[in-house]
């Protein structure tokens, strides 16, 4: 059974930095594209960034371009997001997610087969 499970998630003021993880076990990491999305209070779930299964490529949502990366270890099957710059709207949780198939780096939420259950990251103004 494959499990996702995040961490690093907590407060922090605008403007700072935090990262997060997400360590899975029960699959095979080289073989899945990994996402992270995110769902803010009263919103639905919205596509945050994804890594290649290599981790050469990656695909971002624009409002988190050039403040947020994602990178991944693939000896150690985690995936990274770095969160710098971080602003109020940013408050959501955060959640990892396992891509089978897709060829390569996907946004749409079907895509991804397994999901971690979410770590909270709440941005202070």
């Known amino acids: 059974q494959v499990q996702l499970l995040e961490s690093g998630g907590g407060l922090v003021q605008a403007g700072g930095s935090l990262r997060l993880s997400c360590v899975v076990s029960?699959?095979?990491?080289?073989?899945?594209?990994m996402g992270w999305f995110r769902q803010a209070p009263g919103k639905e779930r919205s596509f945050v960034g994804a890594i290649s299964r290599g981790g050469s490529r990656t695909l971002y949502a624009d409002s988190v371009k050039g403040r947020f990366t994602i990178s991944r270890d693939n000896a150690d099957n985690t995936v990274y997001l770095q969160m710098n710059s971080l602003i109020p709207e940013d408050t959501a949780v955060y959640y990892c997610?396992?891509?089978?198939?897709?060829?390569?780096?996907?946004?749409?939420?079907?895509?991804?087969?397994?999901w971690g259950q979410g770590t909270q990251v709440t941005v202070s103004s």
């Open positions: 997610a396992a891509d089978r198939w897709s060829p390569t780096r996907s946004s749409r939420e079907e895509a991804y087969d397994y």
């Open positions: 029960g699959g095979t990491f080289t073989t899945y594209v």
